[in-house]
Nanobody
């Protein structure tokens, strides 16, 4: 069984920064990609950024260079450094790992429980 645990959310003023962390544990054979999604109230979940095993990065346009995604393969961890936060960044942020649990498994998406980010003065 695979578990993803996120941390680092909270309340921050506009222009502030937060760093989100997500660590995967359990039965993990190989992680293909790790990423962050977010969901604002009344909106669909959307990709923020993801990073594959070769550290190639895919980012949403709204990131605008404000957010940096990174991963630590030894720790099965992915991070999202968020700077210059805006009220529009408010939402629940979810970690998503695309991985093979065992050598015989098919590749699947595994999600964290979500962490709330609120940007408000």
């Amino acid at each position: 069984q695979v578990q993803l645990v996120e941390s680092g959310g909270g309340l921050v003023q506009p222009g502030g920064s937060l760093k989100l962390s997500c660590t995967a544990s359990g039965s993990i054979f190989r992680i293909v990609s790790m990423g962050w999604y977010r969901q604002a109230p009344g909106k669909q979940r959307e990709l923020v950024a993801d990073i594959n095993a070769g550290h190639a990065i895919n980012k949403a346009d709204f990131v605008k260079g404000r957010f940096t995604i990174s991963r630590d393969n030894a720790k099965n961890a992915v991070y999202l450094q968020m700077n210059s936060l805006e009220p529009e960044d408010t939402g629940v942020y979810y970690c998503d790992d695309r991985l093979y649990p065992t050598i015989k498994s098919t590749c699947g998406d595994y999600w964290g429980q979500g962490t709330q980010v609120t940007v408000s003065s």
